[in-house]
């Protein structure tokens, strides 16, 4: 594939945390994948390909953006988008007959069947779209049902048997209709009325509502339980953090009070996350989310701190003395200096005399 669409804002949402080399990283994967129409066999193949040393991060990508599968490294969504772009290239070829083949076969009875069966579909997708975006899998309506299916099977999400059941009707009495319509059609005159009864099966459609509102609220109760698994999570000790901000190559200081402050904060952010339908599913994931979240922060710090003693020192430089005032407050030292003397001369001697300001000095 040598084009494929790209949206801004669902990137920028996406990837707001990552650092500039992860975003060159990603970036890069994501042409190479289209460009090639396959998987990533290794994370050295990565690492010759991008000329790029940092593991660390190449595996903080693939860790978030990529699943493995045999042994080789997926892209849901790129995956979905190159079938398609292959599919369409074949079909190409024949799509002039398909055409013509659906000019003979097709009738106004197809056109309101086929309007039902889909009606029906999209329904029972909809309901799968709701329950797999609640636990963070990136669908839409262009997803295709299999693939629907086999998601809410890895999430252990039930699809109720009333929505299935529903399906397998639709699609009976639509397979019934057009065959009674067929041998009919001998026989129809315009006496005759249109045929309604294919329309019997969707007439549960409370039922259905009934059954996805079940998958969402069992959806919002996985979200709420991602929430509190991250509230939860035993983080890195103070020693094992400081081993992996050495290797990120942060060389400030880290103490345990700082620690638990960095902690504290980040499983509140993520945990807001999770509820929205955003967890940190992997223990590797959390703890380079928290490496990263110390980093950026005494960055933040660091940087406050410098524009403060700059501007604590523009103002000291700006309130010294001139030449005229420091020589006034020399000699006004003195004279205080001089005071002090003979206070002490007349207390000590009884002499009332006047001290020599050299004697003073002396």
Same mark, same amino acid.
């Given at each position: 594939?040598?084009?494929?669409?790209?949206?801004?804002?669902?990137?920028?949402?996406?990837?707001?945390?990552?650092?500039?080399?992860?975003?060159?990283?990603?970036?890069?994967?994501?042409?190479?994948?289209?460009?090639?129409?396959?998987?990533?066999?290794?994370?050295?193949?990565?690492?010759?390909?991008?000329?790029? !040393?940092?593991?660390?991060?190449?595996?903080?990508?693939?860790?978030?953006?990529?699943?493995?599968?045999?042994?080789?490294?997926?892209?849901?969504?790129?995956?979905?988008?190159?079938?398609?772009?292959?599919?369409?290239?074949?079909?190409?070829?024949?799509?002039?007959?398909?055409?013509?083949?659906?000019?003979?076969?097709?009738?106004?009875?197809?056109?309101?069947?086929?309007?039902?069966?889909?009606?029906?579909?999209?329904?029972?997708?909809?309901?799968?779209?709701?329950?797999?975006?609640?636990?963070?899998?990136?669908?839409?309506?262009?997803? %295709?049902?299999?693939?629907?299916?086999?998601?809410?099977?890895?999430?252990?999400?039930?699809?109720?048997?009333?929505?299935?059941?529903?399906?397998?009707?639709?699609?009976?009495?639509?397979?019934?209709?057009?065959?009674?319509?067929?041998?009919?059609?001998?026989?129809?005159?315009?006496?005759?009325?249109?045929?309604?009864?294919?329309?019997?099966?969707?007439?549960?459609?409370?039922?259905?509502?009934?059954?996805?509102?079940?998958?969402?609220? %069992?959806?919002?109760?996985?979200?709420?339980?991602?929430?509190? !698994?991250?509230?939860?999570?035993?983080?890195?000790?103070?020693?094992?953090?400081?081993?992996?901000?050495?290797?990120?190559?942060?060389?400030?200081?880290?103490?345990?009070?700082?620690?638990?402050?960095?902690?504290?904060?980040?499983?509140?952010?993520?945990?807001?996350?999770?509820?929205?339908?955003?967890?940190?599913?992997?223990?590797?994931?959390?703890?380079?989310?928290?490496? !990263?979240?110390?980093?950026?922060?005494?960055?933040?710090?660091?940087?406050?701190?410098?524009?403060?003693?700059?501007?604590?020192?523009?103002?000291?430089?700006?309130?010294?003395?001139?030449?005229?005032?420091?020589?006034?407050?020399?000699?006004?030292?003195?004279?205080?200096?001089?005071?002090?003397?003979?206070?002490?001369?007349?207390?000590?001697?009884?002499?009332?005399?006047?001290?020599?300001?050299?004697?003073?000095?002396?």
């Amino acid at each position: 594939m040598h084009f494929y669409n790209f949206n801004i804002k669902d990137y920028r949402a996406k990837t707001a945390h990552l650092t500039p080399i992860e975003h060159y990283i990603y970036r890069s994967l994501i042409d190479w994948y289209y460009l090639n129409e396959k998987p990533f066999d290794s994370v050295e193949q990565i690492k010759r390909w991008l000329m790029i !040393d940092d593991e660390t991060a190449i595996e903080n990508v693939l860790s978030e953006f990529f699943h493995k599968r045999n042994g080789k490294y997926h892209h849901t969504r790129i995956n979905k988008e190159v079938r398609n772009y292959q599919h369409k290239k074949q079909n190409d070829v024949t799509d002039d007959v398909t055409q013509n083949m659906n000019d003979v076969t097709h009738d106004v009875t197809h056109d309101v069947t086929q309007n039902n069966r889909t009606k029906a579909l999209r329904n029972r997708n909809k309901i799968m779209i709701n329950a797999l975006k609640a636990v963070g899998e990136n669908v839409n309506t262009r997803t %295709k049902t299999a693939e629907l299916q086999a998601l809410c099977k890895k999430h252990d999400i039930d699809v109720t048997d009333d929505v299935t059941q529903n399906m397998n009707d639709v699609t009976h009495d639509v397979t019934q209709s057009v065959t009674e319509l067929t041998a009919q059609t001998h026989a129809i005159t315009n006496n005759h009325k249109p045929i309604t009864n294919i329309n019997n099966s969707l007439s549960n459609a409370g039922e259905q509502k009934k059954s996805a509102d079940e998958v969402l609220a %069992k959806a919002e109760q996985v979200k709420q339980a991602n929430a509190q !698994d991250i509230q939860d999570w035993n983080q890195p000790t103070l020693d094992e953090m400081r081993s992996m901000l050495f290797t990120a190559g942060f060389t400030g200081q880290l103490n345990q009070s700082d620690y638990d402050r960095h902690v504290s904060d980040m499983k509140i952010y993520y945990a807001e996350q999770a509820i929205i339908g955003k967890p940190l599913a992997t223990n590797s994931l959390r703890k380079n989310k928290l490496r !990263d979240w110390i980093i950026r922060d005494s960055q933040k710090n660091f940087t406050g701190k410098t524009h403060a003693n700059n501007q604590s020192s523009f103002s000291n430089h700006a309130k010294q003395p001139t030449t005229a005032e420091y020589a006034k407050n020399l000699e006004a030292g003195l004279q205080r200096y001089i005071e002090q003397r003979r206070a002490e001369r007349t207390i000590n001697h009884g002499d009332w005399t006047d001290v020599h300001p050299m004697e003073a000095v002396v």
